[in-house]
T-cell receptor, first 110, second 112 residues
Framework: EDQVTQSPEALRLQEGESSSLNCSYTVSGLRGLFWYRQDPGKGPEFLFTLYSAGEEKEKERLKATLTKKESFLHITAPKPEDSATYLCAVQDTNAGKSTFGDGTTLTVKP | NAGVTQTPKFQVLKTGQSMTLQCAQD?????MSWYRQDPGMGLRLIHY???????DQGEVPNGYNVSRSTTEDFPLRLLSAAPSQTSVYFC???????????FGPGTRLTVL
């Protein structure tokens, strides 16, 4: 059974204070690892897809990296508008469906 | 493109009532899915479909039915609502090739 564990559950940062979110996963065959952002009262919004260990993707202040067992979402010099819940999901090559972690709620204080 | 649309946005039911949550997408995606999200938790898969006429169960299917008669629509039916089904429900779609899912705005359901 596929499993995704995200840590920490909550993260409070000062504006400009860089940090990382962790996503540990177990899957029989990884088709893709996905990061989503979810704002309160809204549906998740796609950020990145990573397919193989060593791959990196960047978008503005966010950078996602992937190893064989975990993924990190690095946030550089965050701003208050980066406050959201960040969800990680893995897609299994066999099942085709995605398994989500419980998310990390990020709060960035000005 | 409207993307993924869901109706209604809010719904209150009494225990034992039935209802259908509607989901539609205009991106010609083969894959569609229904998730529920409870406070402080991630998304749990209820049912999914890889194309018209094909559906399968996810992690928490009990108490829910789905059908996929067209590529665009994927309704979720609650057969006999229970308080444990109080949750926010999200519909999502993706191409089978891409994998990344596009989510609707959600339906907030309360069962009294």
């Amino acid at each position: 059974e596929d499993q995704v564990t995200q840590s920490p559950e909550a993260l409070r940062l000062q504006e400009g204070e860089s940090s990382s979110l962790n996503c540990s996963y177990t899957v029989s065959g990884l088709r893709g690892l996905f990061w989503y952002r979810q704002d309160p009262g809204k549906g998740p919004e796609f950020l990145f897809t990573l397919y193989s260990a060593g791959e990196e993707k960047e978008k503005e202040r966010l950078k996602a990296t992937l190893t064989k067992k975990e993924s990190f979402l690095h946030i550089t010099a965050p701003k208050p508008e980066d406050s959201a819940t960040y969800l990680c999901a893995v897609q299994d090559t066999n099942a085709g469906k995605s398994t989500f972690g419980d998310g990390t709620t990020l709060t960035v204080k000005p | 493109n409207a993307g993924v649309t869901q109706t209604p946005k809010f719904q209150v039911l009494k225990t034992g009532q039935s209802m259908t949550l509607q989901c539609a997408q205009d991106m010609n995606h083969e894959y569609m899915s229904w998730y529920r999200q409870d406070p402080g938790m991630g998304l749990r898969l209820i049912h999914y479909s890889v194309g018209a006429g094909i559906t399968d169960q996810g992690e928490v299917p009990n108490g829910y039915n789905v059908s996929r008669s067209t590529t665009e629509d994927f309704p979720l039916r609650l057969l006999s609502a229970a308080p444990s089904q109080t949750s926010v429900y999200f519909c999502a779609s993706s191409s089978l090739a891409g994998g990344e899912q596009f989510f609707g705005p959600g339906t907030r359901l309360t069962v009294l």
